[in-house]
Structure formats: structure tokens, C-alpha cells
């Protein structure tokens, strides 16, 4: 297994455009999260699958932001309508149990 | 509000030296993860602690929980370049057995 894979690494937006960014988990992994990561700032929680289903959402999803895990293995983040305030590191992690996980490379949001 | 605060925010040592770098709360938390983060990457775990007063060794590094689970330590010794990074802790909390709260993390500078 190769990790927590994201796709793309980085990408560069205009501000109103819609962007989609994709996680595969560890197989094995059942419990999927979503974190956001500022510039000086540790990663913030997003959202929380355990399998297919959506646990929680954070207060920081606003109702522009939507995420899915279908048939519970990868996962989307969707940001509609992109501001420039949404520029951040969006940051994937896998786990098995409640402890122990394994975040993926990230991808590196600009919006311009 | 910053529940976990670490200290130093910035630390450049040369190789060779010892460090201690510390993550505080005012909460308790069930558990305390530190993370290594390189530029552009995520974050790696590095170890998990859930008992307080417990200590673990990876090698050079030492990590101890508080008592009252409301703190932790990381110490490094003989740094090498290699530890070069940003150190991140994250705890776990309330009623959420799977949310992580980070801390801002403290940038480690390892000079050859």
C-alpha cells in the first residue's frame, strides 16, 4: 500500500471558479478526515467519514463547501465559488482506529 | 481560543545539540499525537501517548505525557540536520474520540 494518496498536489484557481480535490485512503482504513492548513498554523477539522457516512462537519465548512465518500473508499472535497480566503493546504488522513493516522501529501490550494 | 499551545513557536540549534520542545493545555485530553511536517508535505506521526506520566523512545527522541494529561514534551538528542522540521502536537478530546485539535507547532532548525 502507498499511503494516503491526494490529487492534484497544487492547483491555482481564479476566485468564483468551483474546485474538486480527491483523496484515496489506505484500503484497509474505514475512518477518512478532511483537515485545511494555513501558513503558521496547525491543521484545522474539517469533516469526518466513517465508511460512506459523514459524521461531522465542522462549523469552518461553509455551505460552499461539499464533501462525499461514495461506497466508502475515496473521498472529494468540493469548494464552489472559490474565494481567495480559501487558499490553504487541504489535507487528507486515513485511519483504522480512533488513533494513528496517516495524513497524505496534501493539495495546495491559490486562489488568484 | 488555542487549546494546545507550543513552545518555542521558532528553534535553531546546531547539529549536535539537545532540544526540548513543549505542547500545553488547560484541557485534558485522552490522547496526544506528535506529528513531523516537511514544506509542502503532510504531516508524518510520530508517536501517540495516552497514559499520563508515560514516556516513549524513538531513538533519539523522547516524548513524555503529563500527569494530568493537559501537557506533553518532546526531547531530541545529538540533533541532526535530518530532524529538520516542523513539529506538531494534536489531542484528542471531549467527546470526539476521532477530532484532532493541533497546535500551531514549533519550526525546528537543525544547522550543519
Known amino acids: 500500500d502507498t499511503g494516503v494518496s491526494q490529487d492534484p498536489r497544487h492547483k491555482i484557481t481564479k476566485r468564483g471558479q468551483n474546485v474538486t480535490f480527491r483523496c484515496d485512503p489506505i484500503s484497509e482504513h474505514n475512518r477518512l478526515y478532511w483537515y485545511r492548513q494555513t501558513l503558521g498554523q496547525g491543521p484545522e477539522f474539517l469533516t469526518y467519514f466513517q465508511n460512506e457516512a459523514q459524521l461531522e462537519k465542522s462549523r469552518l465548512l461553509s455551505d460552499r463547501f461539499s464533501a462525499e465518500r461514495p461506497k466508502g473508499s475515496f473521498s472529494t472535497l468540493e469548494i464552489q465559488r472559490t474565494e481567495q480566503g480559501d487558499s490553504a493546504m487541504y489535507l487528507c488522513?486515513?485511519?483504522?482506529?480512533?488513533?494513528?493516522?496517516?495524513f497524505g501529501s496534501g493539495t495546495r490550494l491559490t486562489v488568484v | 481560543t488555542q487549546l494546545l499551545k507550543q513552545s518555542p513557536q521558532f528553534l535553531s540549534i546546531q547539529e549536535g545539540e539537545n532540544l526540548t520542545v513543549y505542547c500545553n493545555s488547560s484541557s485534558v485530553f485522552s490522547s496526544l499525537q506528535w506529528y513531523r511536517q516537511e514544506p509542502g508535505e503532510g504531516p508524518v506521526l510520530l508517536v501517540t501517548?495516552?497514559?499520563?506520566?508515560e514516556v516513549k523512545k524513538l531513538k533519539r527522541l523522547t516524548f513524555q505525557f503529563g500527569d494530568a494529561r493537559k501537557d506533553s514534551s518532546l526531547h531530541i538528542t545529538a540533533a541532526q540536520t535530518g530532524d529538520t522540521g516542523l513539529y506538531l502536537c494534536a489531542g484528542v478530546s471531549g467527546g470526539s474520540n476521532y477530532k484532532l485539535t493541533f497546535g500551531k507547532g514549533t519550526l525546528l532548525t537543525v544547522n550543519p
Open positions: 488522513a486515513s485511519s483504522q482506529a480512533y488513533y494513528g493516522y496517516t
Open positions: 501517548v495516552v497514559t499520563g506520566g
